[in-house]
């Protein structure tokens, strides 16, 4: 497709040129046409569609002798708007573009062609619809009734180059619906308008004032994902817009008024005649041309491109996770740091952040940190509890650094062992599959393998002291070597899962005084070592019951060289069952009760025996949530230790710039109390 030199196009507009990865979408470098000495040594010159601009690129290509290459955004695009976010696939055309009907392009070709490969495209027609995908996909879906029986009608902005170069005008829309009422006369017309034409800010091509009167005909002005109202419309009327093509990947009759690129080819009830080149072929063909073969794609979180099942795939993920929550949520009590991380982990959500509980209207979602008290006051209101998550980060939370996983608990929170949360929940009652448990295995070992725990802080090494003596017993040969992990004794989690010992030297002495031959290891909490939490009370003392104190060791590497974990809550103890160590819990963490851990104060409500695998497989893949530092987009726990890795290799600081005088403020604070 490219001309005699692959390695540079030329766009002679600035937008085009600046495109994000358009160098990467394309394969070749693309320069600004100021930038370039020589055009003729270049592999052609790329437009955008047929803009403006194209006109100017065109006649520079035709000046300078070179193939010209129209761009334009992929059927499936991207999460935002086109204003709001790059594309993440193009299409290219060195014949013309799918949308103008008037001349040949390079898709028409493409759909004429024969292609083997029917299964995957119907593999894809089911990926689409699987997960309910569109061009854009920010959007909720309609979520009031529809009617019953109903045809869906799309108008479209007046002025959109579709309409023009799809042979079609002003008129084409009013006998679109006009027919729709007369072929559908026992279905109401649903009439889908443009947001920005509602608005005011945008025209479109209907009398809304007067529709509004009409009984069978009923005005959906609203911004929403088109998926369910075509899945659920006995057929699709459009004049060129995109959503007759989604009618038919979801299997619905679709009449046009135009010529769009999936008209003419026998597949829909046309109003005007296809041009010579247009012949039937199978929906088979018309989807593996306009969503394999024409497209390019690019990986969001990789960078590189990829093929469309990867973006389906990656968008399925965007729309299941932007959909758990209300449209609107209240969020109360976070500090001015921490409400972007919680408006990027309520992606799909307006986050309403609010001081007092009474400026939220009655049943509306609350959501709060931790175990923050909040008065229930409707009937039926929900609360959604925020904590970081298990792989959160390179630094610690306390250094405000940005997590990579947060947990949202509608019924409790992971720690609080007084009541049930969605973590119980989870491992109570959810059905382990075979892949979901092969998922968990292979995250389990990469976790080990590369060393990685929740905050990854630590430089320093350690080696397993084989041939000295305990502190405790000088005269034996220390068989045994025990890490109590010390924890932040104000912690919620000492609050609410340690109804007996909560402090860390009386654990310290009791593991000591049952471990007489073992050679017991402690390690402060790395918030207290770095000076932003408080010393448990008598801390300072913690020597006298143990034979070493280790600051600076990170948990990955300690671990491997342990062979039991004692603590009261500590997320140290389901890292050690990663590793495959005993675990014996005086407090009832989350991991605690399901018959991996040896369990002083069993949790009476924990009665189902899980192996490792389904654990890991709750506490790492169906609890949290992942954003991606790349993408600022959902993501999975797979591409969170990915990210995680790159994270701890680049050495780059984790806090933010003035991160330092926070944590120098926080350490005068505490010195004072």
């Known amino acids: 497709m490219f001309g005699k030199s692959t390695t540079t196009l030329i766009a002679t507009s600035r937008a085009v040129a600046n495109l994000p990865r358009i160098s990467e979408l394309l394969g070749v470098s693309v320069a600004h046409r100021w930038s370039v000495r020589d055009a003729s040594s270049c592999g052609g010159v790329i437009a955008w569609g047929r803009k403006a601009s194209a006109s100017r690129a065109s006649d520079f290509a035709e000046h300078h002798g070179l193939p010209l290459l129209r761009l334009e955004d992929g059927f499936l695009r991207s999460v935002g708007l086109g204003n709001q976010e790059p594309p993440l696939s193009v299409v290219v055309d060195d014949l013309g573009i799918y949308y103008d009907a008037t001349a040949p392009s390079r898709l028409e070709q493409l759909v004429a062609s024969a292609h083997a490969d029917e299964q995957l495209s119907r593999n894809l027609i089911a990926a689409w619809r699987a997960a309910r995908v569109s061009k854009y996909n920010y959007a909720r879906e309609y979520e009031s ?15 959109d180059a579709s309409i023009r170069y799809g042979m079609a005008d002003e008129a084409s829309f009013q006998r679109m619906l006009a027919a729709a009422l007369v072929e559908y006369p026992d279905c109401t017309v649903l009439l889908k308008v ?22 069978r005909i ?33 299997g619905k009759p679709v009449r046009t008024f135009g010529m769009p690129f999936y008209a003419g080819w026998g597949l829909t009830r046309d109003e005007l005649p296809a041009p010579g080149r247009r012949s039937p072929v199978s929906l088979e063909n018309l989807v593996y041309a306009a969503l394999v073969e024409y497209p390019r794609y690019i990986d969001p979180e990789t960078g590189k491109l990829c093929e469309v099942t990867r973006v389906i795939e990656w968008m399925a993920l965007q729309r299941r996770m932007r959909k758990r929550f209300p ?110 448990l092969a998922r968990a295995q292979a995250l389990r070992e990469r976790l080990v393998s590369d060393g990685l725990t929740k905050y990854n802080v630590g430089t320093s090494n350690w080696q397993r002291p084989e041939n000295r003596a305990s502190h405790a017993n000088r005269g034996e040969i220390s068989q045994r070597v025990i890490l109590v992990p010390g924890q932040v004794e104000s912690d919620a989690s000492l609050a609410y899962g340690a109804p007996g010992i909560c402090r860390n030297l009386d654990l310290l002495r009791v593991v000591r005084e049952a471990n007489v031959g073992a050679y017991v290891i402690y390690k402060p909490h790395p918030d207290v070592v770095a000076g932003l939490r408080r010393e448990g009370m008598g801390e300072i003392e913690a020597t006298l019951w143990c034979d070493e104190v280790l600051t600076d060791v990170s948990m990955g590497t300690l671990l491997p060289l342990v062979d039991e974990v004692h603590t009261l809550t500590s997320l140290a103890g389901f890292e050690a069952l990663l590793r495959g160590k005993k675990v014996v819990c005086y407090g009832q963490p989350f991991y605690a009760g399901w018959g991996l851990t040896e369990d002083i104060l069993p949790v009476a409500r924990r009665v189902r025996r899980l192996s490792l695998d389904e654990l890991v497989s709750g506490a790492l893949v169906l609890y949290p949530a992942y954003v991606s530092r790349v993408t600022g987009r959902f993501t999975t726990p797979e591409r969170a230790l990915d990210e995680l890795l790159v994270w701890r290799e680049s050495g780059e600081s984790s806090m933010p710039w003035w991160g330092g005088a ?6 005068k604070i505490l010195c004072r109390i």
């Open 145 to 159: 009734d529809l009617p019953a029986r109903y045809v869906l009608v799309a108008d479209q902005t007046r002025g």
């Open 194 to 215: 443009h947001p920005e034409v509602m608005s005011g800010r945008k025209r479109g091509h209907f009398d809304l004032a007067a529709l509004a009167k009409e009984s």
């Open 218 to 250: 009923q005005l959906l002005g609203e911004d929403v994902h088109p998926a369910s109202l075509i899945e659920q419309a006995r057929a699709v009327y459009v004049v060129t817009s995109q959503m007759g093509f989604e009618g038919l990947l979801w």
């Open 327 to 436: 449209a609107t949520v209240y969020a109360m009590g976070f500090s001015l740091y921490k409400r972007a991380i919680v408006r990027r982990f309520f992606q799909g959500s307006r986050v309403c952040f609010v001081r007092r509980e009474s400026q939220i209207p009655s049943g509306a979602m609350r959501v709060l940190w931790g175990r923050k008290a909040c008065v229930l006051s409707s009937e039926g209101a929900m609360v959604v509890r925020l904590e970081d998550g298990f792989i959160r980060s390179v630094g610690l939370g306390a250094d405000l650094v940005h997590p990579l996983s947060w947990v949202m608990d509608r019924h409790g929170i992971y720690y609080d062992a007084t009541l049930p949360s969605d973590m119980e929940l989870i491992l109570q009652n959810s059905y382990f599959d075979t892949e979901l």
């Open 662 to 667: 926070y944590r120098f403020l926080v350490r």
